[in-house]
């Protein structure tokens, strides 16, 4: 019966610390004092530790020491609550601080489990002469240290994904870069390839920049562009008819010979959209087309036909 009530509670709450029994929460206790007690002999061998075996050697001996003496601090505080929420917030704050500075995730794992290393080292040093005490102890710290090393590992990682997928963001904005040429008339040089990815965040930019700005013709230019396939050449077909939406005309320039004949052989609709040679020959037409759409002049806006 017992073990049934258990199994419920732990599938139905898995976030919260395992329930300890008045004697391994007392030896919790005891090994937490011990570690607050010897405090900054153990962060000085963990932090020589971290620098013999070359880990953070983006950073400097003071700032691997201040970080140290950070994570120490939150180490034991989760130990002694059973709670992981503070441990987690300032992983991310750590990562945030030295992914930018080369430091990988291995060494962050490598440091963790030098610090575990030492604090058992120093447990062994204190109850030698009472084995089956340590034991005891030791079954209280282990499941908590290993909690804590993959606290941190996978705050640390999570956070690196967050970076990556913020850096390919930045990348793909500055590889397609929506310009402004002049009043109403924008371009879009297209350059590299175009997975389908990119080619929906291309035409977001695209048509954000065309409402923004009131645009009236946009210039794609895809000479930068070696291949396209059937999924994407549609999806500029689609772009081109939802920029008409917003009232700008698209003229296509730049396409190659490869492109221009999977255009044909997929069977892409091509009546709509309008095609030049070459990016000079697009701004040309482009022109003529804001000409030929040009507001009528004050002249002949105030004739006496007019006011009539």
Avoid: C
Avoid at 173 to 181: A, F, K, N, R
Avoid at 246 to 252: C, E, N, P, Y
Avoid at 275 to 304: K, N
């Amino acid at each position: 019966m017992d073990t049934k009530k258990s199994t419920s509670v732990s599938t139905t709450r898995p976030a919260e610390p395992p329930v300890l029994s008045e004697s391994a929460a007392g030896l919790l206790r005891e090994l937490v004092a011990h570690l607050r007690q010897n405090r900054t002999q153990l962060r000085e061998e963990w932090a020589r530790r971290i620098t013999r075996a070359e880990l953070l050697t983006a950073m400097t001996e003071e700032e691997i020491f201040a970080e140290a003496t950070a994570v120490y601090d939150n180490y034991v505080e989760a130990l002694e609550t059973g709670t992981f929420e503070a441990l987690q917030a300032y992983s991310r704050r750590l990562s945030e601080r030295i992914i930018p500075r080369g430091v990988e995730t291995d060494e962050v794992v490598g440091i963790v489990l030098l610090l575990r290393d030492v604090l058992a080292r120093s447990l062994f040093t204190k109850y030698q002469d009472n084995v089956d005490k340590l034991n005891r102890i030791l079954d209280s710290y282990e499941p908590a240290a290993n909690r804590i090393a993959n606290t941190v590992a996978v705050g640390f990682v999570e956070e690196r994904e967050r970076i990556i997928r913020q850096q390919q963001d930045a990348i793909r904005e500055l590889s397609t870069p929506v310009l402004q040429v002049r009043e109403r008339l924008l371009i879009l040089p297209i350059i590299g390839v175009i997975d389908p990815q990119r080619a929906r965040q291309l035409t977001e930019q695209l048509l954000r920049a065309i409402r923004a700005n009131r645009a009236k013709v946009v210039v794609i230019d895809v000479t930068g562009v070696a291949a396209m396939d059937s999924g994407v050449a549609n999806h500029l077909v689609q772009t081109v008819e939802a920029s008409r939406l917003l009232g700008a005309t698209v003229i296509v320039t730049g396409l190659s010979p490869e492109i221009a004949q999977t255009l044909v052989t997929i069977g892409v609709d091509l009546s709509e959209m309008a095609t030049v040679g070459d990016l000079q020959g697009g701004i040309e037409e482009a022109e003529r087309l804001l000409a030929d759409r040009a507001i009528p002049s004050p002249q002949r806006e105030t004739s006496p036909d007019n006011q009539r």
